[in-house]
């Protein structure tokens, strides 16, 4: 398998893996059912997790841009992945 479709593979699933938490947090926010059982989901939303606010409000657009940046964050992560993958199969 190339490196390319490597990374797009590893990108892909490490951003649904991490829209999906982070649609789960919003739920459990919504409605009322945060604990601290949730702080696990909450780490996996980290380097990105840093710039929310602790007072944000989320909009359907605001919901919408943060996964974006997720999604970008999720890309950026499979590179590195993506090479110790290569580095280990050789």
């Known amino acids: 398998m190339s490196f390319a479709r490597r990374v797009v593979i590893i990108g892909i699933t490490l951003s649904c893996v991490r829209i999906v938490i982070f649609s ?13 059982s949730l702080l696990p989901l909450v780490l996996a939303l980290y ?5 929310i606010r602790n007072d944000v409000t989320w909009t359907a657009w605001n919901a919408i841009g943060f996964c974006m940046l997720l999604v970008a964050g999720s890309f950026v992560m499979a590179v590195p992945v993506a090479l110790i993958l290569n580095w280990v199969r050789e």
Not at 24 to 36: C, M, P, Y
Not at 47 to 51: D, M, N, R, T, Y
Request: aromatic share 6%; glycine share 12%; hydrophobic share 45%.
């Open 24 to 36: 789960v947090l919003i739920f459990a926010e919504k409605t009322g059912r945060q604990s601290i």
């Open 47 to 51: 380097p990105e997790g840093a710039l």
